[in-house]
């Protein structure tokens, strides 16, 4: 992956920001719409999706029922394919998803219910995973894209090792703070904490000794209706970028935020810009 760091821009950018009245954020509805565009804007999804049924999935070999708590599942689309990787040769695969935004939670179950695999029982608890309760300990707690917004990531680390069973798995899958989403971190606080990236996740981990593992799947996010079109057909993906709603950006902002695209856009490909994922397991003591 080729980094181009333009520090200098991002020290003036972020005291602009500073300066600046924050930005709306983005309500449920507009979070999911905007979640939707960005995912389809890249093909960091399809190798995501391809990565969990031909990694993990073998992991869990050898668990008969499997037991899987999914954190921040969203619409449960990339759960279908775990949980139909899982669900083979009669297994049974229990699958709790943890959502706090009811209509995603609800398109969640349906999505599970929908794959028609009478061994596999789906679950939904609409709630935030600090208020979960998983009830039985799980061969697999995972959080894919979904550490950014817990309050607080020790405790959320701490919860999901206490969920899950002693030789169990746990997996993280959040972006690298580098190179895109530092412009998600320059628009912090949302609601008043900053966003946890996968450098945070991996100090937490590290700092309780355990055994683990990070490999980064590099994918490519087209960008090029953010930089020509950004308060128009670009707007979706710009919002869901920086987490908040970019119509209210200054220009002086927004053309900063742009520029930092560009800089960092490969260059056989205008307008494409690295879309790194860190995967992380940690295997639970
Ligand atoms: C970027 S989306 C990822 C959704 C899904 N995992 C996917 O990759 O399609 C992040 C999800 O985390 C959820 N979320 C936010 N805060 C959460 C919390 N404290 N506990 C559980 N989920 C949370 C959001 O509602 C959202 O659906």
Redesign the pocket.
């Known amino acids: 992956m080729t980094i181009v760091r333009s520090s200098g821009s991002l020290d003036q950018l972020r005291e602009e920001v500073r300066r600046a009245p924050p930005l709306p954020a983005l309500s449920g509805e507009r979070?999911a719409a905007t979640?939707a565009a960005y995912?389809a804007a890249s093909d960091q999804r399809s190798r995501l999706k391809e990565w969990l049924a031909r990694e993990l999935a073998p992991l869990l070999d050898g668990c008969d029922p499997v037991r899987v708590v999914?954190?921040?599942?969203?619409?449960g689309?990339?759960d279908t394919v775990l949980a139909t990787a899982l669900a083979v040769d009669g297994r049974s695969v229990h699958y709790t998803g943890?959502?706090?935004?009811a209509a995603?939670a609800v398109e969640f179950a349906e999505r599970l219910a929908s794959l028609g695999a009478a061994a596999l029982v789906p679950a939904v608890t609409i709630g935030?995973?600090?208020d979960h309760d998983a009830g039985y300990p799980a061969d697999l707690v995972h959080f894919?894209?979904?550490l950014y917004?817990?309050?607080d990531l020790s405790a959320a680390l701490e919860h999901a090792l206490k969920i899950a069973r002693p030789g169990g798995l746990l997996m993280a899958a959040t972006a690298p703070l580098e190179p895109l989403c530092v412009l998600t971190e320059l628009v912090c606080p949302w609601g008043g904490h900053r966003p946890w990236f996968a450098e945070d996740v991996r100090a937490e981990l590290d700092l309780r000794g355990l055994d683990v593992h990070t490999e980064t799947l590099v994918g490519q996010l087209d960008v090029r209706d953010v930089l020509a079109d950004p308060l128009g057909r670009g707007e979706a993906v710009f919002d869901f970028l920086v987490g908040a709603r970019t119509a209210a950006m200054t220009p002086g902002i927004r053309e900063r935020m742009l520029n930092h695209l560009h800089a960092i856009s490969a260059p056989e490909r205008p307008g494409r810009v690295p879309h790194p994922l860190d995967i992380t397991i940690a295997r639970v003591p």
């Open positions: 979070y979640h995912e999914g954190v921040g599942v969203g619409n689309s990339v943890v959502e706090p935004h995603s935030k995973f600090a894919v894209h979904s917004y817990v309050e």
